[in-house]
């Protein structure tokens, strides 16, 4: 049987942020908090989902927009579900999504020792951008 995949909402996030909690290359920070979950669910409604089997949360993805490209962030499926293509599938409804907003390019952010979820995105049919590199700052520093 297929897992049903949902809207992510804030009635989710417990359960969401124990399984990115525990799920490898997941890095979480206070941007994963509830209030800035809530404003990023609010920004962008209908792009984030879970997918629960019965009531145990077997996979969750992030995903948003700045107007111009998508990201997905926190791309998660539980142990016992992997290999079952559900992680896929939540990467599928992101992007139509993102489609339907009349977004067409989506970038996503992979720590570079997570071997594992860069083979999976190579897989998937992305292209890793060598020719990038990231810089951030935070806003009250």
Not at 58 to 81: K, N, P, Q, S
Request: proline content about 2%; hydrophobic content about 45%; overall charge neutral.
């Amino acid at each position: 049987m297929t897992i049903p995949i949902q809207e992510m909402t804030l009635k989710d996030y417990h359960a969401v942020i124990n399984l990115w909690s525990t799920a490898v290359g997941v890095g979480l920070s206070e941007a994963d908090s509830l209030p800035n979950l809530a404003k990023f669910l609010q920004r962008n409604p209908g792009m984030s989902f879970v997918a629960y089997d019965g009531n145990f949360l077997a996979g969750a993805v992030l995903c948003g927009h700045d107007g111009r490209r998508g990201y997905i962030h926190h791309l998660a499926v539980a142990i016992d579900c992997c290999r079952q293509g559900l992680g896929r599938r939540l990467v599928e409804q992101c992007l139509a999504a993102l489609k339907e907003a009349g977004i067409d390019k989506c970038h996503l952010f992979v720590f570079a020792d997570n071997q594992l979820a860069q083979n999976f995105w190579q897989a998937s049919g992305w292209t890793q951008r060598v020719e990038l590199v990231l810089f951030s700052h935070l806003t009250g520093s």
